[in-house]
């Protein structure tokens, strides 16, 4: 008999949480319209009460997908409670997902409250959850740090409140999976109604170990596991969707469990998040690295060619990295250009396939193949444009050796225009000393990175950039033919998201 384990992503919360990964409206709904491709049971697609933007993109997702449940996260508070159920109110299949901590450092340092209020607390929230939506789902946070009789107490109240859903998370990523596994199995054992309801796990990765924590809890009981794309989240991040994914399909008879995963569809979703949100998919990341299917040992090489199953565990084709691309190229039409679109996971407006089909016009008059990346990186720096606040209308750069470069450059923001010119230590300096003028502010720069998109010497240049501004980071990706070109569209893009971020003040969500 095989179980089926439920897919919860959280790409789009607990990812949402990683340091530079804050998405716009459109990027995220953009996530979502894949994830469902990707066959997920259930999207958690913000935390309402924590900004407006959240508020705006849960209720858009909630708006325009169908088949995955869609859920809010709120705290045990009523405030909150009531803004997840108004957020996800259009979805056809809602959840709200409230938690509260349970752990006595967390108990007594962060919520200042008596294990009894907090048990008393969750109930409320689960009971005003209730009252919204059926299925209602209740996490006890830092579980794995928590007392497992006090974890029996407060689950075996909160069922009896109508959870439909109990989630055990490692938040801090501090357990085995040894002691994982058992504190599930100790739970399904104990907790009277548990039988009634899933079982969820929810592991962060701080010590590596967030997918076999996961897996351990399969083994034990759990019938729901909360993952993120390529692992983003807070700190080292969640469980891998594609690693919890392929481990249950790969070993299906040691886990005696399935999931409902279009696995051809784990590389694209992959790309596409980790184009959207700029994080980098390091090479030899399980699944979905750059290396994960590359052999390059001459003795592995010939044994593959003798026999691929010799040193290949599963096929590169079952999670959608498929050996025979179709480059596009100057003759190619606006069908070939869509068809591409879909292929690769971009659910366009036909305004927004028009102008990406002109920006790629433009790149294939210059470049003789487009590679896939080429087509990520213009379809990104347009998904990006829909909130702007500035657009680069012209960039000069004047750079001789022995003399300081000086750029002059021409934003606009909506029917005003402003030109300025500024001198820097190099012509980045000057470029983005130049806008800073033009804003009227200096921002503080925390990472800049640059990368060929493909190879050769007419590779697209792609910027990353990540702006600080208090604890929160804001990142803007550009992509250009020209180095400099693309400099200047990641750091107006991420001043875009800043300021657009400004006085939607997150509150502190305690997590
Ligand atoms: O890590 C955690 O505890 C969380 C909860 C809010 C589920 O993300
Ligand atoms: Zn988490």
Redesign the pocket.
Same mark, same amino acid.
């Given at each position: 008999m095989s179980t089926h384990i439920k897919i919860f992503d @959280?790409t789009l919360? =607990?990812g949402e949480?990683s340091p530079g990964c804050s998405m716009n409206l459109e990027e995220k709904l953009e996530i979502a319209y894949q994830l469902e491709r990707l066959g997920v049971d259930i999207i958690e697609a913000g935390f309402a009460m924590s900004s407006r933007g959240d508020f705006e993109a849960i209720e858009a997702i909630a708006t325009h997908i169908h088949t995955p449940t869609i859920c809010s996260?709120a705290r045990a508070i009523k405030a909150d409670i009531q803004a997840a159920a108004d957020a996800i109110k259009k979805a056809k299949r809602q959840r709200i997902?409230t938690?509260i901590a349970t752990s006595p450092i967390h108990m007594e340092y962060k919520l200042k409250m008596s294990p009894e209020k907090v048990i008393e607390n969750a109930v409320g929230a689960v009971q005003f959850a209730k009252s919204f939506v059926q299925d209602v789902e209740f996490?006890c946070? =830092?579980?794995g740090r928590s007392d497992k009789h006090f974890l029996v107490k407060i689950l075996t109240e909160t069922i009896k409140a109508g959870a439909t859903v109990v989630?055990i998370? =490692? @938040?801090?990523g501090y357990q085995t999976p040894e002691e994982y596994g058992q504190l599930i199995r100790f739970l399904k054992e104990t907790v009277p109604g548990i039988d009634k309801v899933d079982i969820s796990v929810?592991c962060?990765d701080d010590l590596g170990l967030s997918t076999a924590n996961a897996l351990s809890g399969v083994l034990n009981g759990a019938t729901q596991v909360?993952c993120t794309i390529n692992g983003i989240?807070?700190r080292a991040g969640?469980t891998a969707l594609e690693e919890i994914v392929m481990a249950l399909n790969v070993r299906k008879a040691t886990y005696q469990a399935h999931t409902n995963i279009v696995t051809k569809e784990i590389f694209k979703t992959s790309r596409l998040v980790s184009t959207i949100t700029g994080s980098v998919v390091q090479t030899n990341k399980a699944i979905v690295g750059a290396n994960a299917f590359a052999h390059e040992a001459g003795i592995h090489q010939d044994g593959m060619l003798k026999m691929r199953q010799t040193y290949e565990i599963m096929e590169p084709e079952s999670v959608g990295i498929s050996s025979t691309k179709l480059v596009l190229g100057k003759h190619s039409g606006r069908h070939a250009f869509t068809d591409k679109l879909k292929e690769l996971g971009f659910t366009l407006t036909d305004a927004g396939i028009n102008k990406s089909f002109e920006e790629f016009k433009q790149l294939a008059d210059k470049k003789k193949e487009i590679a896939d990346e080429d087509i990520e990186a213009i379809v990104s720096n347009k998904m990006a444009i829909g909130e702007d606040l500035f657009h680069i209308e012209d960039i000069e750069v004047i750079s001789k050796i022995g003399q300081k470069p000086n750029a002059t450059i021409t934003l606009k923001k909506g029917s005003e225009q402003v030109t300025k010119t500024a001198e820097g230590a190099g012509s980045v300096d000057a470029i983005y000393k130049t806008i800073d003028e033009i804003v009227g502010e200096e921002f503080q720069l925390k990472d800049y990175i640059v990368q060929g998109v493909t190879g050769g010497t007419d590779a697209l240049a792609e910027v990353v950039v990540r702006l600080q501004e208090k604890k929160r980071t804001f990142t803007g990706r550009g992509a250009a033919l020209d180095v400099l070109e693309a400099s200047a569209k990641a750091y107006v893009m991420a001043i875009n998201k800043l300021l657009a971020g400004r006085g939607i003040e997150r509150i502190k969500a305690q997590?």
């Open positions: @959280t919360r =607990d949480q996260l997902h938690f996490s946070e =830092d579980a989630n998370p =490692d @938040t801090v929810h962060h909360e989240g807070e969640n997590l």
